[in-house]
C-alpha cells in the first residue's frame, strides 16, 4: 500500500488515532471500521505509555483484517514497532532535552524498520504547551502557547533536515488545542505536511485548524469518549474534506 497517496489531497486529511492500551483489540477494530465509515483517511497506532509490543500487534492485526485504510504506527518507542502497519511515522522530538527521543531510539529503531518492511515517513514532531503526557514522558520543553516564532522555527528546521511532516502536539486530551495562529507561522513558513493533534474534539475546531493550514488533523480521545464513533468522525470529516 502506498501510503504518501493519501497526503496528495488538497483538502484536509483526518487521521484517526487508536491508543492500544486504551481498548481491547477487538474494539479497536470496531472503531476502525466505524472511522473509515465516517470518512477518516487512516488510522494511527500509538501512545505515550503503550504497555508492550504485544498489545500493539494485536490492535494493528485487527484493524487491518477489518479495513482498507493505511495503518501508520506513531511509536513512543521501539515497542511501538509492528510489521503488520503499512507505515511508520519517524519522529525525532525536536524540542526534547533527552537525546533518547532526538536520536537515540531513532538508532534502535531504524534496522527494526527496515527488517519489518515499514514505510519510513520522517516527521519532526514538536510539543506545544500545554504537552499533556508525552510532553512529560519526553522531557519536552514545550514550545510557548504565545511563541508562533519559535515553532515555525522548529518546523523550517525539521523540513531543512528532510522532514516530509511536521507535527504540532498539545498533548493527548488537552482542554485547548494548537493555536490557530501558531498552525498558520508555521504554514507560511514550511513546504512540509503540517499535522496537529491534542485536544480537537469538534467539526468547528477542526475546520478552523485546518483554515489555519494544518494539512492533516489528528483525533484520538474523540473515539474513546464516544458510542457513535461513524456519526462523530463524519461530522468532523465533512468540516475538512472540502
Ligand atoms: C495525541 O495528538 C494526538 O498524540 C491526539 O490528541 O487524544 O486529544 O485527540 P487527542
Do not use: C, W
Not at 502506498?2 to 496528495?8: P, W, Y
Not at 501508520?72 to 537525546?99: H, K, Y
Not at 498539545?170 to 507560511?188: Q, R
Not at 499535522?195 to 484520538?220: F, L, M, S, Y
Amino acid at each position: 500500500m502506498n501510503v504518501r497517496r493519501i497526503f496528495d489531497s488538497e483538502s484536509g486529511i483526518h487521521l484517526t488515532l487508536i491508543d492500544p492500551d486504551e481498548q481491547t483489540p477487538a474494539r479497536a477494530g470496531e472503531i476502525a471500521v466505524e472511522a473509515m465509515s465516517g470518512g477518516s483517511d487512516g488510522i494511527m497506532v500509538g501512545g505515550s505509555t503503550v504497555s508492550g509490543q504485544s498489545i500493539v500487534d494485536e490492535t494493528v492485526k485487527e484493524v487491518k483484517e477489518k479495513v482498507d485504510l493505511p495503518v501508520i504506527l506513531f511509536p513512543q518507542d521501539t515497542s511501538g514497532l509492528t510489521g503488520r502497519a503499512d507505515a511508520v511515522f519517524f519522529m525525532s522530538l525536536l524540542n526534547s532535552r533527552e537525546p533518547m527521543y532526538i536520536t537515540g531510539m531513532q538508532m534502535r529503531g531504524a534496522p527494526i524498520i527496515k527488517k519489518l518492511g515499514l514505510e519510513p515517513l520522517p516527521m519532526a514532531y514538536l510539543v506545544i504547551e500545554p504537552g499533556g503526557t508525552v510532553g512529560y514522558i519526553s522531557d519536552s520543553r514545550p514550545i510557548p502557547r504565545e511563541k508562533p516564532e519559535i515553532a515555525a522555527s522548529y518546523a523550517l528546521a525539521g523540513e531543512y533536515m528532510g522532514m516530509d511532516f511536521i507535527y504540532l502536539e498539545a498533548g493527548s486530551g488537552v482542554t485547548e488545542h494548537v493555536p490557530l495562529d501558531m498552525i498558520g507561522a508555521v504554514a507560511k513558513t514550511t513546504n512540509s505536511n503540517i499535522i496537529v493533534g491534542g485536544g480537537i474534539r469538534t467539526p468547528k475546531q477542526a475546520k478552523k485548524v485546518v483554515e489555519a493550514g494544518a494539512d492533516i488533523v489528528v483525533t484520538g480521545s474523540l473515539v474513546e469518549e464516544i458510542d457513535d464513533v461513524e456519526q462523530t468522525i463524519s461530522k468532523l470529516t465533512d468540516a475538512i474534506h472540502k
